[in-house]
């Protein structure tokens, strides 16, 4: 089997099609058998530089993404804004031409500005792979959702699923529903109406203020983070009162007929979108969401690197 | 479309394979702490045949075996037009202090098998590894590799291609010389 994703940056998962994400998908399979093995490691990547750039904080996708460098043996450099020049006021554009001059070629980048891979891509010549655009998209973290799903249910065509919480200022809403979509999946947005944005229909999604229905109706629940750095106003009342009305917990999940398999991209807010009993419960996934992120992100960045042909 | 010369036809095939398990159970008996591996995805075809034809020749043979895809260890990464994709790595035993026997369809340039044995690495320190293949060609070897077991030599020039079909994929078992590298599918 031969394959090539259809482009050569991972914006967003808007960008790419249903082809390229069963491509990552096929290879991510593979990687995964290679990080169980006693020497989890290839030497795919040796001859590659990679540039980890977070202008935004970040534990697992940082964390995530090094490992699957580093399991491909390429060598990386890491960079955090708030170590760096950009407090000097350094522009973005300045920083990353900086970068490449000492020779990389891929750029992993996290930064709260929506667009801002996108700006990047468009100046220069590396590859590059976004690891969240403020509110904008989060592709690795959808295509590592989609494949934890698969994973559990079997091919998505066809399959219900529900995003629930704050859909509004969610980047990994976004991008999983894009992803969701292309691979034919039913997909309904839950949460208190301040936290939809309007018109999300028109991403052909349903949407439900509801939860209890909304968990009766889906084979699985996604459920997102409350983002309250990125809340300007109050947009709930309180946190008491949102776990209350849109908190998953075990009570609730008992009293379904069947209950949903539940997600949570991480970091938790235990006790507000999801309690402890049911984030620590056999429903729960999260654990093999972390683990299937390092093997889809060296399918990412193997298929990316596979497409420049390297010369001397 | 050009039609390739038939040099190994059915009946000589299956007697090849029947030699070759033979020579691997004159050499390793009951494959006491042996492991058989066979190379994705034509050389598990291979080994997949010899390791039946083992156990019917020598009730006792036991051993371990796996399937191994070197895809992730080529040297052509990032130096092929097009990239090739994976297939599945089954290995769920250790190597370490083992005599390995890895099994190929064709060695040709001994790239593959290179890869290979940077792969094995990944599964343990083997005590020794031995190859087996269907068709040695013998001209053109990029690498000091050889195999230890031959089912048959061909000698051809390097525009050639040789095609093993198999009765699982083609319908039929036998191995055809092609004297153009495009018929190659």
Known sequence: MNGQLSTKHLLGIKHITKEDIQLIFHTAENFKEVINRPIKKVPSLRDVTIANLFFENSTRTRISFELAEKRLSADTINFSAAASSVKKGETLLDTVNNILSMKVDMVVMRHPAPGAPQFLADRIDANIINAGD??????????????????????LKGK??????????SRVALSNIYC????????????????????????????????????????????????????????????????????????????????????????????????????????????????????????????????????? | MEQGKIILDKGKFQLTLERLSYELIENHGDFDNTCLIGIQEKGVLLAERLTQLIKKNNRKAKFDYGKLDITF??????RRTTPLSPSNTEIDFLIEGKNV?????????????????????????????????????????????????????????????VKVEWKEDDKEDRILLFAGKDKKN
Request: one cysteine or more.
């Open chain 2, 73 to 78: 260890y080529r040297d052509d990464f990032r």
């Open chain 2, 101 to 161: 026997i890895i099994f190929d369809d064709v060695l040709y340039t001994g790239r593959t098998i290179q890869a290979a044995m940077n792969a094995l690495g990944d599964f343990g320190r083997p005590n020794r590894v031995e190859l087996v293949t269907l068709v040695n060609r013998r001209f053109n070897r990029h690498f000091p590799i050889k195999a230890d077991y031959e089912g048959i030599n061909v000698d051809a020039l390097d525009e050639a291609y």
């Open chain 1, 160 to 169: 219900k699923i529900a995003i629930i919480g704050d859909i509004k200022h």
């Open chain 1, 134 to 155: 403020g509110t904008h998209e989060h592709p690795t973290q959808a295509l590592l959702d989609a494949f934890s799903m698969r994973e559990k249910v079997g091919e």
């Open chain 1, 180 to 312: 969701l979509k292309k691979l034919g999946a039913e997909v309904v947005v839950c949460g208190p109406p301040t936290l939809l944005p309007k018109h999300i229909e028109s991403l052909g999604v349903n949407k439900s203020y509801n939860l209890k229905e909304t968990l009766e109706w889906c084979d699985i629940a996604n459920v997102l983070r409350i983002q309250l750095e990125r809340q300007d106003i109050q947009y709930i009342p309180s946190k008491r009162e949102y776990n209350q009305y849109f908190g998953l917990n075990l009570s609730l999940l008992n009293s379904l007929k069947s209950v949903p398999v539940i997600m949570h991209p991480g970091p938790i807010n235990r006790g507000i979108e999801l309690d402890s009993d049911v984030a620590d419960s056999e429903y729960s996934i999260i654990l093999q969401q972390v683990e299937n992120g390092v093997a889809t992100r060296m399918a990412i960045l193997y298929l990316l690197a596979s497409r420049e042909k390297i010369e001397y």
